[in-house]
């Protein structure tokens, strides 16, 4: 967005040679914060601010969207970053140039669905518990996420870490094992359903993402989901 902003003002960019295209106004969703003297959460902030891009934004417009749909749950997150992206990329929608960066690997499939869209990832290599971030752009969907090697890089103690690691293996393997079949007269009852609905958004988190008043507000609808399945 910087270079695009320079090379229109003409301006020299930082590259040996680029060829940039003219826009006509350049939008941007990036950053989360609570504005708390107007009362409004992370997510409002964000949404009002989508909300103007979609309304004001043109095919001749660029776009850079950075977690949208992550100050809420899980489902409901993903399905308006997927809305948005896919109105953003439609031609006979918006159709505008858009870097759309997302922890929702299932959008990844919308690059076989949708004309125009390119995954593209940071490359990373790993060994044992190490991270190291090459700092290239390359073809393709990122496979994971590193929170855990992020935090191990912030600082977090080794023994958090540790039951970081054990709590992910037993999520991911809770992720992967087939959902057994009920029998037809059993039926899931709602406090299943809601607890069933917690551990989903558990193994969907992203804590790398998160601000850390973000991690308490999920800390607090969780337990609230919780809550309310005790007392129904």
Request: net charge neutral.
């Amino acid at each position: 967005a910087l270079m695009v902003l320079m090379a229109q003002m003409g301006s020299f960019v930082p590259a040996r040679a680029a060829r940039i295209g003219v826009v006509d106004r350049i939008f941007t969703r990036i950053g989360a914060s609570d504005d708390l003297a107007s009362g409004q959460s992370t997510f409002m902030g964000e949404m009002q601010e989508v909300a103007e891009l979609l309304k004001h934004a043109t095919s001749r417009s660029l776009l850079i969207l950075d977690e949208i749909g992550r100050g809420t749950s899980t489902y409901d997150g993903m399905s308006i970053a997927r809305a948005v992206l896919e109105w953003c990329a439609d031609p006979k929608r918006l159709g505008a140039k858009t870097l759309f960066a997302t922890h929702y690997h299932e959008l990844t499939v919308l690059e076989g669905e949708l004309p125009g869209v390119k995954n593209f990832n940071i490359a990373a290599r790993k060994k044992k518990d190490e991270i190291l971030f090459l700092r290239k752009i390359v073809p393709g969907g990122a496979d994971r996420s590193y929170g855990i090697e992020v935090a191990k890089l912030a600082g977090i103690p080794e023994k958090v870490l540790k039951r970081a690691r054990t709590i992910l293996t037993e999520l991911e393997s809770q992720s992967d094992r087939p959902r057994r079949e009920s029998a037809p007269q059993e039926q899931m009852t709602l406090g299943n359903a809601r607890e069933e609905e917690v551990l989903d958004a558990l193994r969907r988190s992203h804590p790398d993402a998160l601000t850390p008043l973000e991690a308490m507000q999920l800390l607090y609808e969780l337990k609230k989901t919780l809550k309310g399945s005790l007392n129904s």
